[in-house]
């Protein structure tokens, strides 16, 4: 009966601990694909630029204010500070080379079960980059 007990209250821990694990891994996800669209409508939202050094063709320009900018734009439209604790923008977001949108999101998650243990959640930071290039 003792060993019956144990057993039990070792599965019951293990179980506690794969579904706080996993609830994490998919609020990370959840955040990753909103770092992703958000980084592609920063990309998407390019100004037109003089030519480059030896070429002809116009370029795409990006600003890191204007990735800033369509990032938390994009974030309002879908509703996304509803959605995930503590959702903030990354000091990480911009454009480093003025042809690409680096977005950085925090937010914390909850696991279930444990989350007694864990009364502030766990952090989780997601990065995504999207380049604008235009073509004919």
């Known amino acids: 009966m003792v060993l019956i007990i144990g057993f039990t ?4 821990l293990l179980a506690s601990v794969v579904a706080a694990a996993s609830a994490v891994y998919i609020e990370h996800k959840k955040l990753l694909s909103l ?7 920063a990309a998407d939202s390019y100004t037109l630029g003089g030519t480059t050094e030896g070429s002809s ?4 320009v ?16 879908n509703n996304a500070f509803a959605r995930f604790d503590r959702l903030a923008v990354g000091s990480g977001t911009g454009s480093p080379d003025a042809s ?8 914390v998650a909850h696991p279930p079960i444990v989350s007694f243990l864990l009364p502030e959640g766990i952090p989780i930071e997601a990065r995504s980059t999207a380049r ?3 073509t004919r």
């Open 62 to 77: 990006l600003t890191s204010e204007r990735v800033r900018n369509v990032t938390a734009s994009y974030l309002s439209r």
């Open 100 to 107: 690409s949108a680096d977005v950085t999101l925090t937010a």
């Open 9 to 12: 209250l070792i599965a019951l």
């Open 57 to 60: 063709r116009p370029a795409a």
């Open 132 to 134: 604008s290039r235009l």
């Open 35 to 41: 770092a992703d669209g958000a980084s592609v409508a």
